[in-house]
């Protein structure tokens, strides 16, 4: 065989060049764990800073063994622990959807807990909880999986433990695997759902009737897990949206070279518009919508689509005919009139009579809808094209969440514009392509800044489980100057939210503030975006290098820094 086939052939199952290169990328650490070669746990010990939500009474009142606890006091570390307990059993799962940088959490976990004690694996996500399906993490295993994207190496999944059924299963698990922590790696419904599990499995599981630790770890793409300056950001937002910026880049790149189309891209990010903002901050398109901001306005869809055809026309004036129309993927549900129909659609597909809807094809569906809305509604409904009202009428995810990323807003907001615009003026030229960029992000290789954040996030939450911490979040702080652990009390988050018709404990998102400076940034220079190209390309991420060093602008912004530049050791 020739040296080049034999090289193709080592290359296979994760072992590209890249691959191969990207785990021996260094990863600096914050000075609590001492140095990298051999990062040591880190002690805590409480801040000033009190976390108080609107319900924190009731919180208090279904949460007393946490509460009581953590008195929702925020921990800070405080250096290396030299006290550090041997032989715990710690396991370790990923919970909804895919985030860059989920591997490197593991790895972190991994080397703080060191050989002293044990790290398992769940797989996949809550429902290998439930089912006790548990493996033991090797040193060989994190070397195989550092600095690589994805959740592959154990799964995930969207469970929402809820049944005492479920719980028991957990308990059950617990004391088979001997597990003495758990940490949760998930967005702000896993966080939640960590807060509920570190409640029950607080005391009186084992046979000396102690507890089992529960830590979570704040990943999502969307960026909707945020705490002012506790939680600048969650991990996977930086590779998801630097994802997006290069292929939004190249499409921008390819407008003002081909001169004649428009391009209408959607973006992920399930509810907030954190990631269509940030993606805007990179790429300055012609138009960027912000669901937040529609909601806020109160625009109707023929308003929204009557925006973007004025600006087809006003560039079209100057013999612009080509542009990049950024969506959020939630924008749907902001809308208010279609935020009403969506309601309205739930309470309908959630009645009795609604029994045996699974048995109607598509038309009978509709029609079946349509024949329960109130007046205005089924006019909407009959108004929408039927590749959306197909998706409306899609299946709910376990949270009970419409799957947004399912309905192709891109495309009827691209056709409502050609006809608006027609409206207004045949002749101009409109010709429009449609994208959805949403799974390219969540699971490439991470930036630099998620390789370094999520491991120093296991490094702190491994660090809590050692220091006998539970029901807390573990955060890193301070990105621009070096990295501080700490740890927010999941119980100081939780608010009561009306969910599905009853009252739920929850983790609020965080939405995109029309106040904030990434927000109002936007704002400044987007009339200037729309009516010339001005647009610039980020371009690939790199992991070496100057350019390798770059936080989120939106997050830069928001924070208050001084540069782009992220600091992390
Ligand atoms: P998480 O909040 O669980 O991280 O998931 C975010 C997300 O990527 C959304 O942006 C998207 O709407 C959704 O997951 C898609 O979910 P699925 O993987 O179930 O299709």
Redo the contacts with the bound molecule.
Sequence with gaps: MSMLLDHLLKMENHNSIFESAVRTLPLPVCAAFGDAAGPLPAAFAPSSHILATRDAEKVAASFPDSVRASGNVVLTSTGVNRNAPRGKRVAVLFS??P?AGGHNVVCGLKRVLGPDNTLLGVRPGPKGLIKGSLLEITDADIERFINTGGFDFLGTD?TKIKTDAQFNSVKESCLKHKLDAIVVI??DDSNTNAAVLAEFLFKGIKADGSGVQVIGVP????GDLQIGKLLPISFGFDTATKVYGEMVGNVLQDTRSSLKYWHFIKL???SASHVALEVALQTKPAVTLISEEVAGEKQSLASIVDQIAQTVVARASKGINHGVVLIP?GLIEFIPEMKGLIAELNDTLAHPDAAGFAALNSLQKAEFVESRLTPANARLWSSLPVYVVRMLLAER?SHGNL???LIPTERMLGDMVKERVGEIDARIPFAAHYHFF?YEG?CGAPTLFDAAYTYNLGLTAGSLILDGRTGYMATVTDLGRGGVPQAIPLTGLLNIERRHGKDEFVIEKAMVKMDSPAMRYLVSRRAAWAADDLFSSPGPRQLWGNAARQMPISVALNSGAESLEFLIG
């Design positions: 909804g959807g985030a969207r998930g967005g990943k999502t793409i969307d992920m990010g399930r993927e995810d799957q947004v990323s949403g969540r």
